[in-house]
């Protein structure tokens, strides 16, 4: 038999995720009584299983590649291999620090953390045992798992994302399929850290919602690498045995490989919590909102992976911050897909904001979408740090930028101010004003955006 608690909290949030919490830190800031529910650790997959630990990861197979390349910047020093248990212990360091820090906010906060697995048994009550938290409003907070596809089972030799990170020996030969950013991320770390990579991408690109010359660059860049990929080409099984996984290519072929990654995707964690008894419409497994994250039951709002679109850390936060101002009642503008930046921390790095060429000629039409690429060949940083790549700027026919994509070292780090161009509708002619450092990374978005105003510097007209 459950016990009620009384209505007494202005917000429920169910999920301690990058959503979650975010809501659960802003709604305590704006003087909202909250309580979190969590079934395991706050900070969710982010934290413990995604952005951070990857990123970690990634951050290794760089220092992995400057030990191997050191001689090229007339550095002595040898590559001796790689000790996963020791990128482990210094993986899990850093994720131990960020939690520590996130349980401080938390408990500082004031917000009320009920562990445990929460259900709806009411439109804005949830049990967690036999205790049920009531709230004025409730918002869905739950995220994600890593999906698989039909008839591929998740156990020995193939692995998600979650799998790869509990990895204890460095397997030689690796069949990554899905070609987006978990994809091409973890390919990216094993082919750094020595292993051979082929990717399997269904669509006709890698990263393939990217602007296609991002693509195009990247698996330029792979091939150079000497990552394999095949794109166009969805498979249609995975077997394994004692030794070896066998990835069957749709045309009969088979890849041979030491472990399978399935990287397609992510799906929504909304199974099991009763949303569909208490009226909350579901699409997929999606929770249906409007631009407000409203549901279609009053005082339910939901945030992050469980609403359809960019899943994305960082969306998450924006959504929970966003929520938690419109409950408290400040009107706050409505969070917009298109205007979120995203990165993709394979080698090399991409990073964008906006619309795509092809999306914004959908919309505005062919005649009134202009481009402008401006080639890292010609910036001094990248030339230093032996790399390439380029920046490419999509905007409106004497009117503002629409769209920002770039791919080279470090562009996670460029893509803020490509997003205030983006979210402010910039126009070329205002950001060529700027003065950007000199020599840095940075400086390509002002040498692209000089090039779109009329007035190139270090490029061509």
Known sequence: MTRSAPPDHDVVV??????????????????????????AKLGGTCLHLGCIPTKAMLHAAEVADAARDASAFGVRATYDGVDLA????YRAGVVERLYRGLQGLVRGAGIDVVEGTGRLVGPRSVAVGDTVVTGRTLVLATGSYARTLPGVEITGRVVTSDGALALEELPRRVVVVGGSAIGVEL??????????????EALPHLVPLEDETLSVHLERAFRKRGIAFRTGTPITGVKQDDTT?????????????????????????TDGLGLAEHGITVDRGFVVTDERLRTSVDGVYAVGDV???????????????????????????????????????????IASVGLTEAQARAAHGDDRVTTYEYNLAGNGKTQILRSSGLVKVVREVDGPVLGVHMIGARMGEQVGEASLWVNWDAFPEDVAAFVHAHPTQNEALGEAALALAGSPLHAHA
């Open 245 to 269: 996984a066998y990835v069957t290519l749709d045309g009969g072929e088979t890849l041979e490989a030491d472990l399978v990654l399935v990287a397609v995707g992510r799906g929504p964690r």
């Open 86 to 89: 020791a990128v482990g212990a």
């Open 14 to 39: 169910l999920g301690g995720g990058s959503g979650g919490y975010a809501t659960a830190l802003r709604a305590r800031q704006l003087g909202l009584s909250v309580a979190l529910v969590e079934e």
């Open 187 to 200: 390919a990216s770390v094993w082919r750094s850290f020595g292993s051979e990579v082929t990717v399997v």
């Open 307 to 349: 609403v359809r679109g960019l899943q994305l850390a960082h969306r998450g936060f924006a959504h929970g911050i966003f929520v938690a101002e419109d409950v408290a009642g400040r009107g706050p503008r409505p969070v917009v897909d298109s205007g979120i930046p995203r990165v993709t921390y394979c080698d090399p790095e």
